[in-house]
């Protein structure tokens, strides 16, 4: 499916990549979790990016992911994350994900060899046109440090090279900024569940989010509460999911996600190195939460 700015909207869940107990590929259990999505509302699916530990897999693993979940998206968006620190590294995987049936690819900030803004502008501009997909900004900069200025974002808007961005960021007078630069030119997109109605009564189009991975009708509710400028009640509408979603991001995500997910009864394996298992005392703590969810219903 060919996604624009013009198309984007509502939730796009940031899934777990399943693992077997040997740490391979769980296709089948990938399959089951695309489907579990979309049935409940997603409007899209946003694999092996951060929450699916791009890192850990081979190139030829990644593809093999976004195959799967194209597969089994029957013609939904398919949005693969790209978190390669290098231009050319990061080119491949969006060739390989073009070919693999990717709606678009959700693209990283370069990181670790960092530019000025008009340098990663340029680097944007340029990987668009080595990739034949619309490309979505992915701005995280408590994990690349990098931030991308509003006025930036504006003119990459200008010059083709994004659809859309993902904002993870807390630095709510930014992405107010951010929304008044290019709010009109493309799909800005909700990176933080403790922000994401804001953000959509702010004019966040929709989000990406890793919680939705298990929950994602409440994150779909909350989005449409949202939409309609009724802030206070979407607030209302997550409030039985906010405990989860603080302690699952105690440690690095996906550790305590996937963990998570195995003792509320969905179980999808562990993580590769170099994440490990939760510690004891967060995992005590996921277990608090899970009980605790266990009596609202909220898938």
Known sequence: MTISADTIRGLYTAIVTPLKDDKSVDIAAL?????????????GIVPIGGTGEYPAFSRSERKAIVEACVEAAEGKPVIPGVVSPGFQ????????????GASGVMTVTPYYATGTQEAIRSYFKSYRQE????????????????????????GMAEDGSIV?????????????KTVQAAGDKIAILSGEESLFATHVAL?????????????????????????????????ALQAPVNDVVK?????????????????????????????????????AK??????????????
């Open 89 to 100: 590294d990061a080119v491949e995987a969006g060739k390989d994900f073009a070919a693999a």
């Open 164 to 176: 859309g961005m993902k904002y993870s960021s807390y630095d709510v007078p930014e992405f107010i």
């Open 31 to 43: 399959k089951k979790l695309v489907r579990f999505q979309l049935e409940s509302g997603a409007a």
């Open 203 to 235: 004019g966040a189009r929709g989000g990406v989010l890793a919680s939705a991975t298990i929950y994602p009708k409440v994150w779909v509710d909350v989005f449409e509460m949202a939409s309609q400028g009724k802030l206070t009640e979407a607030l």
């Open 286 to 299: 996921l277990k608090d939460v899970a009980k605790q969810a266990k009596l609202v219903n909220l898938a």
């Open 247 to 283: 302690t699952i991001f105690l440690e690095t995500n996906p550790g305590p996600l996937k963990t998570y997910m195995a003792l509320a009864g969905m179980p999808v394996g562990s993580v590769r190195l170099p994440l490990q298992d939760p510690s004891a005392a967060t995992l």
């Open 131 to 154: 990739v034949d997909l619309p490309v979505l900004l992915y701005q995280i900069p408590y994990r690349t440090n990098v931030s991308v200025a509003a006025e930036t974002i504006a």
